[in-house]
């Protein structure tokens, strides 16, 4: 090794945190290629006295160098930060660096908590790189495993969830089962294959806390299978799938799934295409049974003005809500008028997120979407979907009537292109007026939805008028009965 290589890693070595039983490189941006190179640092790795936590992130690792500090590293401790350590290696020498640093591992009887290789890319090989250690006694205390942005695919997402279950099979059959609580793997093209094997691993565990698996190119078929697993998990406090795609088959299988938990602190559903009938689910959910949420975001979701009225209504009305997304949405202008008014009027106003981006309302509307091409998908996913948890999908499928929508499993949605498959608006008639008026006048409908539904009419006062009376007679019974109540 040059005499100036030697020079510029005992440089970059002297600016290592050593505390708290954690020694770390972070950040270093060192190139090791080779046992020489990583002399300084194994030096420092057996010198460490109660070594607990080691972070090579940002730093650049090849296969001789693993095996070094492997060498150095066979000493029980319990925390790996070892993201973004392999910038510019071979696909082909990350499993074997992979492999070193886990038998290291094992061979010294560590009990890991925490196991970080985000931003790493290493693809399915990757995941067989540390197939061994997932399955090994190492990890049955793991508490944290974080594979974000790692390229996965589906293959290292089955990979992934098998060595999970053989995990948790070996963990129990020794009296202390695996209890993961933090799970993190976004931007790894799992798609619905790698959603529903993980499925299976996370129904099998029910410990998690925090799930988040943004970007996986997940639709609803995936989703409804997370959905069920979400179920058996009752401490989970944090849901992130956004930039995946609910649909409104999706979102109703997983707002069906929300009512089973009751710790949920924080949703993220933004850019998941929840759609109107989808938010209006979600609503009845976070008014009937999420007592301590915080915040929601249903951000990009093809929602439309109504349905995100029931939806400030909804979370207003809980004490705990900090955070509402609606932005990037079919509002239009008047429409994230009425909205910001709603949340002021309720003194919410700080809660609601910035409507910057909305889409405007649509000049028509999406109805039925694409059935017939469909069907074909419908009836392959759904088969497989069945099989990953069925002992709940016949109950998560048949989603209850909330709100006067009603989800049958011949229903499906898909997303589509704008223009594609949509039908021109219905106009009021007033029959229709009348029908509301009679309802509103019965002891069901209460005095919060008859506020929102006013609030809803005034906005649309051109839209009554071709009605004559009976737009009159609908908004003197919608105050009359919030007088009444009051």
Known sequence: MASDDIAQLADALSKTHVGDGELSYKGLGLKLDNAASVEELVREIEQYQGLRALRLEGNTVGVDAARAIAKALEIAYDQCYWSDMFTGRLRSEIPTALRSLGSALMSAGARLTELDLSDNAFGPDGVKGIEQLLKSPSCH?????????????????????????????????????????????????????????????????GSLEEVHMPQNGINYAGVMALASAMRHNPELRVLNFNDNTFTKKGTLAMAQALRHLRNVQVINFGDCLVRSEGAIALAAVVREGLPIL????????????????????????????????????????EGCEALREV???????????????????????????????????EEDDDD?????????????????????????????EKPQSPGEGKMKKVPLVPGQLLCLEHAVQQDYFSQQHASLLHTFISKNNE??????????????????KCHDQH
């Open 343 to 377: 949340m002021e009027n309720m003194d919410k106003g700080d809660m609601l997120a910035s409507l910057s981006d909305d889409e405007g309302e649509p000049d028509e509307e999406d109805d039925d979407d694409d059935h017939e091409d469909d069907e074909e998908e």
């Open 294 to 333: 915080k915040e929601l975001n249903l951000s990009f979701g093809e929602i439309t003005e109504a349905a995100a009225l029931v939806v400030a209504q909804a979370v207003t009305a809980n004490p705990h809500m900090e955070k509402v997304d609606l932005n990037g949405n079919c509002l239009g202008e």
């Open 384 to 412: 497989d979907a069945s099989d990953d948890c069925n002992e709940d999908n016949e109950e998560d499928s048949d989603i209850v009537k909330e709100n006067g929508i009603t989800s049958k499993e011949g229903s499906p």
């Open 141 to 205: 205390t793991l508490r944290e495993l974080k594979l974000n942005n790692c390229g996965m695919g589906i293959g290292g997402g089955k990979i992934l969830a098998e060595a999970l279950i053989e995990c948790h099979r070996q963990s129990s059959a020794h009296g202390a089962p695996l209890k993961l609580r933090v799970f993190i793997a976004g931007r790894n093209r799992l798609e619905n294959e790698g959603a529903r094997a993980l499925a299976k691993a996370f129904q099998l565990m």
């Open 463 to 480: 839209a009554l008028k071709s009605c004559g009376s009976a737009g009159e007679r609908l908004r003197d019974a919608l105050e009359k």
